[in-house]
């Protein structure tokens, strides 16, 4: 079965850090662009951040640039997004997905997601 399973979520005060974690199976992360999103409460999704396939080339949202680092560890088929400096309205699902470039769509129905809370 090919999947990403999202992890790392949780709930945080402001001005803390989560690590996020993107793990593939049933077929090889490191062929594909990677991209994080996430959803807000009563919002539509937005892109957060993508990873080409070999780590080299990287984009963030302006939101999200100079605080949020993603990253990928191919032998681990594994994508992360460290988010640092967090802030209330970073607070959303946020759900990983492949694709072919950074540019492009996504190539999978979306998944679980894992749920970040950032509240005092």
């Known amino acids: 079965q090919l999947q990403v399973v999202e992890s790392g979520g949780g709930l945080v005060q402001p001005g803390n850090s989560l690590r996020l974690s993107c793990a593939a199976s049933g077929f090889t992360l490191g062929y594909y662009a990677v991209g994080w999103f996430r959803q807000a409460p009563g919002k539509e999704r937005e892109g957060v951040s993508c990873?080409?396939?070999?780590?080299?080339?990287?984009i963030y949202a302006a939101s999200v640039k100079g605080r949020f680092t993603i990253s990928r560890d191919n032998a681990k088929n594994t994508v992360y997004l460290q988010m640092n400096s967090l802030k209330p309205e970073d607070t959303g699902v946020y759900y990983c997905?492949?694709?072919?470039?950074?540019?492009?769509?996504?190539?999978?129905?979306w998944g679980q997601g894992t749920l970040v809370t950032v509240s005092s």
């Open positions: 990873i080409n396939n070999s780590g080299d080339n990287t």
């Open positions: 997905a492949r694709k072919w470039v950074c540019l492009g769509d996504t190539l999978d129905a």
